[in-house]
């Protein structure tokens, strides 16, 4: 199984800002996927990363207000820009490992 | 477009109660299906994984069934504890879609002691 660690844990943003989360994964993996969780809600897929390509986004997000980088295997990370109290969200990065889909633990962004 | 629907969105049993949590879902051309946990504000906990294949899966005290037939699977918890308190997340993985899950809404469970 794949172990992922996510930073910050949390965070409290003013509008108009910028934050970089970051995700490290304990072994190489080909694809990457982040998803936003808003409050009472479930999971929405943002974008797959893959390394050394641009990443795919979902509809709905685009490369501008989500950038994603991919630099190696094992790392990614995904910034919310220009934030508003909107993206008031879970972050949660994801890999798939044997057919099995694995989270971090999740950032807590709250826009104030 | 494939939906995940799970029913109840919220029960409430007492400590001891077996319980069953329901998840459907409308294309029934699934890769696999997967019960997460999820502790409030805290990422997924991954629980069991189904493969198209297989009709169900045991954990423990969890045990999760699926007809894909029906689109429909099921999560069964055996003597429920308080620490089973969260919410359950339901996914299903679509074949020929880059191994990307879509999510139902959850069950929130809550054991009381």
């Known amino acids: 199984s794949a172990v992922i660690s996510q930073k910050p844990s949390r965070d409290i943003c003013q509008r108009g800002t910028s934050l970089t989360i970051q995700c490290q994964v304990d072994s190489q993996v080909t694809m990457m996927f982040w998803y936003r969780q808003q409050p009472g809600q479930s999971l929405t897929l943002i974008a797959t990363?893959?390394?050394?390509?641009?990443?795919?986004?979902e509809s709905g997000f685009v490369i501008d207000k989500f950038p994603i980088s991919r630099p190696n295997l094992t790392f990614s990370t995904l910034t919310v820009s220009n934030m508003s109290p909107e993206d008031s969200s879970i972050y949660l990065c994801?890999?798939?490992?044997?057919?099995?889909?694995?989270f971090g633990p999740g950032t807590r962004l709250t826009v104030t | 477009k494939q939906e995940v629907t799970q029913i109840p969105a919220a029960l409430s049993v007492p400590e001891g109660e077996n319980l069953v949590l329901n998840c459907s879902f409308t294309?029934?051309?699934?890769?696999?299906l997967q019960w997460f946990r999820q502790d409030p504000g805290k990422g997924l906990t991954s629980l069991l994984l189904?493969?198209?294949?297989?009709r169900e899966q045991t954990s423990g005290r969890l045990n999760a069934s699926l007809d894909k037939s029906s689109g429909r699977s099921t999560l069964y918890i055996a003597a429920s504890q308080p620490g089973d308190s969260a919410t359950y997340l339901c996914a299903v993985n679509i074949r020929g879609s880059a191994r990307q899950l879509t999510f139902g809404s959850g069950t929130q469970l809550t054991v009381l002691p």
């Open positions: 994801s890999v798939q490992d044997s057919y099995e889909q694995y």
């Open positions: 294309d029934s051309a699934i890769y696999n």
């Open positions: 189904i493969q198209s294949s297989q």
């Open positions: 990363a893959n390394q050394g390509s641009e990443a795919t986004y």
